[in-house]
């Protein structure tokens, strides 16, 4: 089988609509994972042992699931249990939910490597909870864990093909749509894996900016 460019023209509108719904629920999905995460993390510094270890038993229950079991058990098992929601906000939940789990680490290795004195200094100071986190503790425990969290960016966009799954129809496939009623899988499977290239090698450059800038700004580097 040889290379036909009036195949990949033929495909290119496929492919861009896949891969906006491939991007857009990176995105959402990120958004989710890093709000969530950082929720975690903060109520695993709970003082009261019962809620951190509930939330710990949970987020090492996600971690320790398949997305695609996930993704399955809450848009086929979930209307069981009166959990009736579309396969677009299943599959950006779950897959926020899952990374969440995986943020929360990050975030948690974070904060435990700001230095007690800062701690301490806040006592001094005699700072509320809510300032002593966010104006000396986070600062100092997020900047650090940037090229992390963009880790989990590039993984959560690869990982979005799992949302096929429940028939959304995100870039690979449309791909493998376009390919069975073609007849033609080489030039859309190449052009898919280039996109995922590009976009990961984007996102790569975009976090090492956003990581350095972070360290300028609180003076860590």
Not at 39 to 65: D, K, W, Y
Request: charged content about 10%.
């Amino acid at each position: 089988m040889t290379w036909d460019w009036s195949v990949v023209w033929e495909a290119f509108p496929y492919l861009y609509r896949g891969a906006i719904v491939t991007i857009q629920a990176t995105i959402l999905g990120f958004a989710i994972a890093l709000i969530l995460g950082l929720c975690f993390a903060l109520i695993r510094q709970s003082p009261n042992r019962i809620v951190s270890a509930s939330v710990t038993e949970i987020v090492e229950f996600i971690r320790s699931t398949p997305l695609l079991l996930q993704v399955f058990f809450v848009y086929f098992v979930g209307p069981q249990f009166g959990l009736n929601i579309s396969a677009w906000v299943a599959g950006v939940g779950v897959l926020g939910i899952h990374y969440a789990a995986f943020c929360s680490e990050c975030y948690r290795a974070g904060i435990e490597n700001v230095e007690q004195g800062q701690w301490e200094a806040c006592t001094a100071l005699n700072l509320s909870p809510i300032r002593s986190w966010r104006v000396i503790i986070l600062p100092q425990a997020i900047p650090p864990i940037v090229p992390s969290l963009g880790n989990y960016l590039i993984s959560m966009f690869k990982d979005t093909p799992v949302l096929a799954a429940i028939a959304i129809l995100e870039m690979l496939q449309q791909a493998k749509n376009f390919g069975s009623d073609n007849y033609r899988y080489l030039e859309v499977i190449t052009m898919s894996g280039f996109f995922y290239l590009v976009f990961s090698l984007i996102a790569s450059a975009i976090v090492q900016a956003v990581s350095y800038w972070l360290n300028r700004r609180y003076h860590l580097l």
